[in-house]
């Protein structure tokens, strides 16, 4: 990936990732939660694995481990980018 990692590369990402799991884009929104996109632990594994190989954002999968809504995802992985 592009080494101008910013906000909207991220929220890009995410967006797009969520969609390939079965998430409707228009549902993909910071407050929405997980539970109701029904997006489970596997899916997060999934997830983690690909911000780490996709973006180079340095994440382990039990940093996902507690996040509840798609923003808090967001949260993290602008942390982890440097980006808080």
Do not use: N, Y
């Amino acid at each position: 990936m592009s080494s101008t990692l910013d906000r909207a590369t991220i929220e890009k990402f995410l967006t797009e990732a969520l969609v390939e799991l079965g998430v409707e884009t228009s549902d993909v929104v910071p407050e929405a939660a997980l539970d109701d996109l029904e997006i489970d632990s596997l899916d997060m594994v999934e997830l983690a694995q690909a911000v780490r190989k996709d973006l180079g954002i340095p994440v382990r999968i039990k940093d996902f481990d507690g996040l509840e809504t798609v923003g808090q995802i967001l949260a993290l992985c602008h942390e982890k980018a440097g980006l808080a």
